[in-house]
Every structure is written in C-alpha cells, then in structure tokens.
C-alpha cells in the first residue's frame, strides 16, 4: 500500500489547505477520508485514484 500525506495531495491537485479541508468536510465530493497516525494525515493512493476514475465517470 501506498500513502499520500495531505501535501503530497495538496500537490497531485494543486490545492491549498484549506481547500482539502473544506473537501473531506463536503459529503457530497466524496474525497477518501485519511487515516491519521500521530497527528499526521495519510491518504490511501488506491482510494485516491478510485475517486478520480468515479469522478471521470461521474463528469462523462
């Protein structure tokens, strides 16, 4: 398995922090929600690609 930290996110979307923040707090976005190990936030990659390939659907 491999995992993303939240900059490493941030920088696959070019996001700020606030914007993923607001992401994991939109229900409707469905982003994959993180695991968290000393204060750290950590993203499945797998999980991260699943929702974009559900998002190219979803926009198709």
Known sequence: ???LTAK???ERYQIC???LHRWL???QMKFP???V???R???DEADIVEWE???AKEAA
Do not use: G, W
Request: aromatic share 8%.
């Open 53 to 55: 390939r559900r998002r």
């Open 25 to 27: 707090k939109n229900d």
């Open 1 to 3: 398995m491999v995992y």
């Open 37 to 39: 190990i000393n204060r």
């Open 41 to 43: 936030r950590l993203f």
């Open 17 to 19: 922090s606030m914007s």
């Open 8 to 10: 490493q996110v941030q």
């Open 33 to 35: 929600r993180p695991m």
